[in-house]
């Protein structure tokens, strides 16, 4: 399944992340702060699933600042896609009817 | 005539000649007589008869003997299969007066002595009987015996059950109330029938008899024409001769009565394999296929012989010996055809313990210990874990105190960049699927090992289903697990790329930023030690189960034998042990463990554990010396019978004998040096001699002796005594009945071997009181 994880900063200097045009999270301006686990729930990695990053930043605000957040996503995904790369081959084998837990 | 007792030979002991005539009134004597021993010896030689006795009713005629003997003596005679004659007369006996008479058959040792001969006929002769139906009393009967002077043989006739004391028969019940009796007391030397069946029915009356008593046919032959039948008229048509292993003289007779068992009812040795004999220069000295005791003082050559029979020569003493002596070997036979146990084989085997398991024979299968290895493994890792786990969340716990953290208005304020935190151990993902994953593989690759195995065949279907069954099992286990396999791989990959962040994060932030950042991480540290202490406060340690009790034994069965191996830790608990090697005493109970919370503790409970440090080295070195400790084993060896052999030397290497001449492997000659090492004089005689006496028949028997006990009641066929004059070598040799003008075997046993004497003795005692060889 394809996943495109938007990053959008909007004027008030809070960063929202879509999943599929679905809102997920937000970052106040006031609280920049993130866990690691929010990171893995909110994007909800599965295997077999493609992920592509898409940043938004119409007003240009605190460019720096959205430009390290898109770059630790870039990294996150693509490393995650290879990893589906290689499961992929092995689910198309597993029966369809196998529920996983 | 050999001089050993390499054949088995026929006897035939009770024949008559005209000497009987006066009680045979129908004239079937008539023609037995002295101009007629052509008749009489080409029936004896037409019938292989070896050693025969003219034994007149009550008469001896010497003139009659004196014949036969020269005729046998001739050169050239006739008659190949007949090798001795024996003086001999049947008696008519009163043995109490008060029954009736019976015969009894006496056999003198008169060496084909001529003066001998004629004084027996003179003793007869003063003491005639010559009423037809006359008997001797008992008192008068052992007069003429000791007028005669010779050492006699008494047989008994016994023609029917020796509890049938009815008359009529002149049978040996017919004379005395209580056949055992006088048997026991040594008068009678043994009893004579002649037909088969009458044999049966003695065998089945002395079954109970503590003594062996010997039991002869004889043809009671009257009517030479008509050998060996009694005469033209009765004819015992089922008659057959005794036969026995000896040589055909009034000793080979003697031996064989004190040792029926030996003697009697042989047959020719099966083995095809064996050494013919040695020769000593020009000497050849013959070694038969059977038993053949080597005798000697020490350092007199005998273990050389052995050698050179044997093909070990490599000993320069020996080498000397041989090559002075001009030793050499007839033949040589292949190393795989000779079992060779040296002296002190056993001995050193036993120290070594390693009787019964050289290369060559490894009787005790290995034992398997994986599953107690595996045990003891895991309950180590288990207990190990749980003790850092209690020491952890005392550490952890207590360790709270030195976690401050100061709340700061000024670091409350944003950043500038995002920050993110990451939880202690947020990469750490436990996956419950990689054990029964592994597990599950494992069980298939050993049940498709089994479908290939050819026992497994017949159970084709069933394993096919079951391997289906475990596959689908597998692919279940092996989607849980690669789910659980992603998560963690994502949660890392999110870890490093977080640590990549902050780093870029920190170079470009601003100095109060960077406070800022460190502020929030401490007190992302600080929440996370209060969580871990709060989760720890709640959670035991997991302390694991002690082991089952386990089995680690193995049978093997061979000749006989059990052949036992055991673990230490077979059928026992072995947790104390285990306490033991791993920790110091104080530490024997999984509560006294759970009280060790800080390394400096666990340093103190593991056995030799100096230093922390070193805890994880000697707590390994700790269980691997239990391991090795508790799968030591222990053999031990069983009888058919699961009655255990004792693990004394003597015990054992009677055993180790009893093995050997109970194995059936394909071999042929048994050569020991000194066999009775280590071993009791009563243990020789109740069981080494009746191993040795299993296999005389069937193998080729050498060995070195100085116990009489092996040469003497084992009744060796062949004793070769060895001399050794500085440097030369000189032999004598011959079964134990063989004497000549410069060779008496039993003299030279009596003589030379500690107890010889009293051995003989004790032997020719079966024979009577009375009597000497």
Redesign the interface.
Known sequence: MEKTILLKMDKDKS?KIYINQEEKYS?T?????????K??EIVG???GDHYKVVSENVNNV?K??MD??T??FN??TE??NS??AD?TT??DN??EN?S?? | MGNTQNSVLKFDLHIHSKASEYKESDGIVTQSTKENISVLLSKLNENKVALFSITDHNRFDSDLYDSLIQALNAPDNPYPFIKGILAGIEFDVKLDATMEKCHIIAIFNAKNDLDKLKHIEFVINENLLTEKDAAYQKDKFWHVLREIGLDTILIASQSKDIHNHNGKHNALSDSVADVEEIIKMGYINALEFQKPKVEGILINNLTTFSLPIPLFSGSDCHDWYHYPFHDAINQNKEFHHSKAKILPTFKGLLLAITSPETRFDCRENRNKIFFDGIYLGDEFIPIVNGVNAIIGENGSGKTTLLKLINGKIGDSYVKKLICDNKLKIVFEIESSKIKYIQQGDIINKFNAQSLFKDEETNNFNELDNSAFIKAYTNFAKDLKCAINQNISSERIIYGLSKYTIAYDESLQNKCYYIDISCQKNFEKVNNPHTQPLKDVTDLIAKVEELSKDDYFQVYGEQINNLCKELNTIKTFIESKNNVTAFEANVKNIIHGCIKDYLRKVKQKSSSKDQEILEYNSKKQFFIDSIVEAIKLSFKNSTWPTIPNILRGESTSLKSGFNFNREALYNGVSMIDCFYSKMFINQYNTIEKLKTINTNDKLKEAIRGCTSIPDIEEKWNENLQKFISESTKTNDYITDGTNQQIGNTLGELSLSYYKYYTQDSDDWNVLIVDQPEDNISNNNISKNLISYFNYIRNEKQLIFVTHNPLLVVNLDADNIIFVRNNKGTLTTEQGCLEFEDEHTNILEIVANNMDGGKETIEKRLKVYGKNNTA
């Open positions: 960063l970052i301006g006031d609280n920049r702060s993130v866990s690691a686990d990171i893995y990695f599965t295997i605190d720096q600042v390290f957040f770059e630790l990294n996150i490393k995650a990893l589906s499961k092995l689910e597993l029966d196998f996983i837990d």
